[in-house]
């Protein structure tokens, strides 16, 4: 018996898992892998996501300081400019605060999660 506890996957709530899954899929060259109106997954180079669906959804709020439970992504790019148009001609709406805009730039999903593309690689 093993106590190896790995990283499986983000799942992130939304109104309608199969859309967001379109989205993420387009914006980092994934292949959804399942598919139900109440749950998606796609499987990108950079690893899994999952969509639920949750009745109710109400879209995170960015920068707010009382979003202490507020997360977002990350995603690694070569040319921020690039980038930026292939998420925004997804339908990607960018935050007028940009924090860091040198290195990195932060956008809203359709439904309103906050994702950000950058060229910060600490691992490297």
């Not at 959804?57 to 997360?71: H, R, T």
């Not at 956008?107 to 950000?116: I, K, L, Q, T």
Request: proline share 6%.
């Amino acid at each position: 018996m093993s106590d190896n506890i790995r990283l499986s996957s983000v799942t992130l709530n939304c109104p309608e898992a199969t859309a967001l899954a379109a989205f993420y899929a387009a914006i980092t060259g994934g292949e959804i892998t399942f598919s139900h109106y109440t749950f998606a997954t796609i499987l990108s180079p950079g690893g899994r996501i999952d969509f639920q669906t949750v009745k109710g959804y109400v879209a995170p709020s960015w920068p707010d300081e009382s979003s202490a439970a507020l997360i977002h992504l990350d995603f690694l790019v070569d040319d921020l400019a690039q980038s930026e148009a292939r998420v925004l001609s997804c339908g990607a709406t960018k935050f007028d605060v940009q924090p860091n805009s040198e290195h990195c730039l932060v956008f809203a999903d359709p439904v309103g999660h906050p994702f950000c593309l950058t060229t910060i690689d600490e691992l490297s």
